[in-house]
């Protein structure tokens, strides 16, 4: 596990000062009679979380990770990543390769999320400053002349979307929306290929797909603030160009006919079934999406989702000591994925808000006159208390409670420093002064200037005319 540890621990990963017990199981232990390891990895899971579940939670202790192997003759090796915070080896494995099999699951997969690297530079996980995050789903009928589609959205919410919502509360407080919007068609073109028997558009179309100038989609009053808001799109095409398939760089078409744009959200190009029988209609129909395609939909839209906060869609890791599957949660994330979101989460909110406190400082320092109100105070107060807080509970391990208070440092911190008290000062400064002023004065300095200066010539010769005149009335006495 050093060995896989940088030196230098990076921001959003374990610190050194972690803990490895060894132990030792045997035919009679409690472990093996209570887990059956040939049955469904599901049930697995399920079972080491009931042996080793218990008592770990978000403690004083932190949370705890289980690696187990179990060591069987004549079997291939076979490694698993539960939903929860356990993952188990199964095959003939010396015991250097079940050690550097294990140590790749804690570091590289329990530590840092699958991802080649630990840290992500820059704004990492799209999360509005103030924790608050906005998914808008859109069903887009690019021309209602054709067909029309609907789809009941309410149940998919609460079926997919609540559970997902709920995992994600330490991180950030999301909001659901949804619209169905017409005449919206897309911004790139699309040509026709005979081999595969549909309209095609490519990957070097992706950034002129999104008609920014038709596709109404900032329809929140969260859009304009310090939330963040995330775009899904159903994209169903006009009967000109369906179906209409997106064709990947190596030659073949994409199984989920879908793309994702960083920071902004995901597309999916929906061709239904009927579309040609349609477009042969001189009437449009209206349809509903099917439960089972719309479920289809929204799983592509998870796996788009955990795309954009730097997670792998698929349910594999390939690492230098082999494959391992991981097992997905029907809330779109584990709770050891959930950890590390969490971690990262917490080390970027703390380094914005220190960045903004600093720069507050400086700001307070470069205008001496400026008057800092008692709310400033109480929220810099409060927000260095709720990174204190979340550094504790970092430290600790308890990652949840560390997220939610990192967030609340990090609001606290943006609230000061665009108090409107003092983005008033900062913006008055002495040029501005000035340059608002001068017009006024500047007119008359230049007259009481031109009268001070007469007035000063007059009283020079007046002064002489007494001089010269006292001098006299000397000489006559």
């Given amino acids: 596990m050093a060995e896989l540890t940088r030196q230098t621990p990076q921001c959003g990963t374990c610190s050194p000062n972690h803990s490895v017990s060894v132990l030792l199981d045997s ?16 049930a697995v899971d399920e079972a080491l979380q009931a042996v080793f579940g218990v008592g770990s939670g978000s403690g004083a202790g932190g949370e705890v990770y289980t690696v187990v192997v179990v060591n069987r003759g004549g079997e291939e090796v076979r490694a ?13 494995v010396s015991e250097a390769e079940a050690v550097a099999k294990a140590a790749e699951v804690f570091v590289k997969v329990f530590v840092n999320g699958g991802k080649e690297e630990g840290l992500i530079h820059g704004e990492f996980m799209p999360v509005g400053a103030d924790g608050t995050l906005v998914l808008s789903f859109n069903l887009l009928n690019a021309d209602p002349r054709d067909w029309i589609y609907d789809w009941d959205f309410q149940t998919v919410d609460e079926i997919l979307l609540a559970p997902m919502v709920e995992a994600m509360k330490p991180v950030a407080n999301i909001s659901v929306e949804s619209q169905v919007l017409y005449h919206v068609p897309k911004s790139s073109l699309s040509y026709w290929d005979d081999n595969w028997d549909s309209y095609i558009f490519s990957t070097k179309d992706l950034p002129f797909f999104v008609n920014s100038n038709e596709w109404h989609l900032d329809t929140s009053i969260a859009a304009g603030g310090r939330s963040k808001m995330l775009h899904f799109v159903v994209y169903v095409p006009s009967a000109k160009e369906c179906p209409l ?16 744009s960083p920071m902004w959200g995901g597309v999916i190009v929906l061709n239904t079934q009927t579309c040609r029988k349609d477009s042969e209609s001189k009437h449009p129909s209206r349809h509903t999406i099917l439960h089972e395609d719309l479920q289809k939909v929204f799983e592509v839209f998870m796996g788009q989702f955990r795309q954009l906060f730097s997670f792998k869609s698929d349910n ?35 380094h914005s808000c220190a960045t903004t406190l600093g720069s507050l400082s400086r700001l307070v320092q470069s205008l001496p006159r400026m008057i800092i109100k008692d709310e400033i105070g109480k929220q810099v107060k409060y927000s260095l208390e709720a990174a204190k807080l979340a550094q504790t509970n970092a430290s600790l391990g308890v990652y949840d409670a560390s997220a939610v208070s990192s967030r609340q440092a990090r609001s606290l911190a943006e609230d000061a ?17 000035f340059a608002v002023y001068s017009p006024f004065f500047l007119p008359v300095s230049m007259h009481v200037i031109l009268a001070a200066l007469r007035e000063w010539r007059r009283y020079k010769k007046e002064n002489k005319k007494y001089l010269v005149w006292k001098a006299k009335m000397k000489d006559a006495l």
């Avoid at 698993?80 to 003939?92: F, M, Q, T």
Wanted: proline share 3%.
């Fill in 27 to 42: 035919d009679s232990h409690r472990l093996v009679g209570a887990v059956d390891f040939d049955g469904d990895d599901e």
């Fill in 80 to 92: 698993v990543v539960g939903k929860y915070r356990n993952a188990w080896i199964l095959g003939r």
């Fill in 245 to 260: 398939l997106l064709q990947l760089p190596d030659g073949q078409i994409s199984k989920t006919n879908s793309f994702i």
């Fill in 316 to 350: 594999l890791y390939v690492g230098a000591s082999g494959t391992y599957n991981l097992l997905p949660s029907e809330r779109g994330f584990t709770l050891w994925e959930l950890d590390v979101l969490s971690r990262m989460h917490t080390c970027f909110n703390l």
């Fill in 417 to 433: 420093f665009f108090h409107p008290s003092i983005m008033s000062v900062s913006y008055y400064s002495f040029e501005h002064c």
